[in-house]
């Protein structure tokens, strides 16, 4: 019966189809599933387990030729499995059993070496030291291993370490990376990223491209970019044009890039120079503007302004010490406490200097400058009989450490850009007390005639004691905010009390608004001025055009009737 069945069903046509049809249907599946195979990216599993143990013997071959095939024949296969063996090679830690020859990576604790496979990465066994043999690696072959290592990580999870790998090879500039590279980006799914990586292609296909064509669209794909790191390699480019004999109109092209290059990074430098000339000058503002209250409304040329300053930087250092045990370290609490604590001890000594020395040398200028030099010199012998001559560290509150990067090199630091912050709050609070209180009404009308004031019953020397004392506690203020940026030493006011008198005479005496507009000027044409001609004589041609300033103007920028100007 069975066989009838079968010769029945050999003779049926309808069977015979449908035969055919599933042979073929198989087929077609087993050749699409090879075709999807072979175009699977060598990701994956380039190596089964004992072909990347044979691979891996080459690692120990006498040549530092043959070892570098073999490294950049295990990162060329991108087998994930290869990044572990190739970083224990660069750190020293791929050894060669002796029982077996077979490699492991090591990991030493105490006299022990735990051997570590490199296919499954588990432990399988430990020795002594003379039971195994360290592979050597010279600089050579360091730097063979580290380009690998970046190749390899471009197929990491971690879109991090994606990233630094990128960034390495954007360095490096390896024609031979140029396979990996494309493999990565058709396996890329961050825009970000995937256009870093369409730029590191650029980059090699511009030395490295076999047509003109190549070149040329690598060469648009630079001019888009504004960063330094493409300007040196358009400028290298160029500069090797001749020699590598490239076509004229790839050359044109590059010198083209290369002009529209520089000039976006010049102007980027330009706004890199004004925010530092402005972060200068919300320093000398913060310096400066106690100076210009206590100069323009009493006519005291105060040598000891710098020393206020000091005291408001120490007295931060003694505020972060004292809550050392209550805050931790970095804590914002502390710089809040400061503020108010510098304003009133640096006032504070204001006063006193004010009614112990100064009040007894009004009208007599030159006797209040030697008077305050000498109560500058006791106060900075007495903060160093207190705390020492050495410097002391203040430390910064988390916000403002770290800094706003972007790639075209341009650095925004956060303490300085809160130091910028600072200042603007410390002026507008002046502002508002010289406008909306009666002290500073008082102050105004002693500023503007000393003589109708006391006659209407303002108590000038009153007004004089508490001028002064705000003045110095600014200054106090300022010791805050420059604790931030500097070290605290008993020399730090000298750093800046040639620098307050030159923004108070240039913005015109008394006059708030003026130290504002002085103390940003020379901030940002100091800063500009720098490059050209360095930190020292940058200063002495602000000092000389200053100077040449006076001549012409005697009264500064803006200037206000005060006591000076009637004696």
Not at 145 to 172: C, G, K, P, W
Not at 236 to 264: I, K, M, N
Not at 477 to 501: C, E, H, K, M, R
Request: hydrophobic share 50%; with cysteine; proline share 3%.
């Amino acid at each position: 019966m069975r066989n009838d069945m079968f010769s029945m069903l050999r003779r049926s046509p309808f069977c015979i189809q449908q035969a055919r049809k599933v042979v073929l249907g198989f087929g077609l599946l087993f050749a699409c599933l090879l075709i999807f195979a072979t175009a699977l990216p060598k990701g994956a599993m380039a190596y089964s387990d004992e072909e990347l143990r044979i691979v891996a013997e080459g690692l120990n071959a006498k040549s530092a030729t043959q070892k570098i095939k073999v490294i950049e024949e295990m990162a060329a296969d991108g087998d994930p499995r290869v990044a572990p063996i190739l970083r224990a090679m660069l750190e020293g830690d791929l050894y060669v059993r002796e029982s077996d020859e077979h490699i492991v990576i090591t990991r030493k604790q105490g006299k022990v070496y735990t051997h570590i496979d490199i296919v499954s990465g588990e432990e399988v066994g430990e020795s002594g030291s003379k039971e195994i043999s360290k592979i050597k690696v010279n600089n050579r072959l360091r730097g063979v291993l580290r380009d690998a290592l970046a190749t390899l990580n471009l197929f990491s999870s971690d879109l991090t370490t994606r990233t630094n790998a990128v960034e390495q090879i954007m360095d490096a500039r390896d024609p031979a990376m140029l396979p990996l590279l494309l493999r990565a980006i058709d396996r890329e799914e961050n825009e970000t990223l995937l256009a870093r990586m369409e730029l590191a292609r650029a980059t090699m296909a511009l030395a490295a491209g076999e047509t003109t064509e190549e070149r040329l669209a690598a060469i648009e794909v630079l001019s888009s970019e504004t960063t330094p790191q493409i300007r040196a390699v358009l400028s290298q480019f160029v500069a090797s044009a001749e020699a590598e004999g490239y076509e004229p109109e790839v050359v044109a092209a590059a010198e083209d890039a290369l002009e529209s290059v520089e000039g976006r990074l010049s102007t980027w430098q330009t706004v890199g120079d004004v925010y530092r000339g402005i972060s200068l000058g919300s320093v000398l503002l913060l310096a400066a503007v106690g100076l210009a209250i206590t100069f323009g409304v009493m006519g005291v040329i105060n040598m000891a302004h710098g020393e206020m300053i000091m005291i408001g930087a120490y007295t931060t250092f003694m505020v972060q010490q004292a809550l050392g045990s209550f805050l931790p370290s970095g804590s914002a609490w502390s710089l809040v406490i400061s503020v108010p604590a510098a304003f009133l001890v640096a006032g504070a000594v204001g006063v006193v200097i004010e009614r112990c020395v100064i009040r007894f040398l009004y009208g007599r200028p030159l006797e209040t400058l030697l008077a305050t030099w000498g109560v500058s010199l006791v106060l900075q012998q007495a903060i160093r009989t207190i705390f020492g001559a050495t410097n002391q560290q203040v430390t910064a509150p988390d916000f403002m450490s770290g800094a706003i990067e972007f790639s075209t090199g341009l650095v925004l630091t956060y303490n300085r850009l809160w130091i910028i912050l600072f200042s603007i709050i410390v002026v507008a609070g002046i502002a508002a007390v010289l406008r909306y209180t009666a002290f500073g009404l008082q102050m105004r009308a002693v500023t503007q005639n000393r003589r109708m004031a006391g006659s209407v019953g303002i108590r000038t020397g009153y007004v004089d004691a508490l001028t002064f004392g705000l003045g110095s506690g600014i200054a106090g203020i300022a010791g805050v905010a420059l604790s931030q940026i500097s070290n605290v030493s008993p020399n730090l006011g000298q750093t800046y009390i040639i620098d307050s008198f030159m923004v108070v005479v240039f913005g015109g005496v008394g006059n708030l608004w003026g130290t504002v507009l002085g103390a940003f000027s020379l901030g940002i044409v100091n800063k500009f001025l720098e490059p050209m001609a360095g930190a020292v004589l940058a200063k002495i041609f602000v000092l000389i055009a200053l100077i040449l300033f006076i001549q012409k103007r005697p009264k500064g920028l803006f200037a206000l009737k005060g006591r000076a100007v009637e004696a």
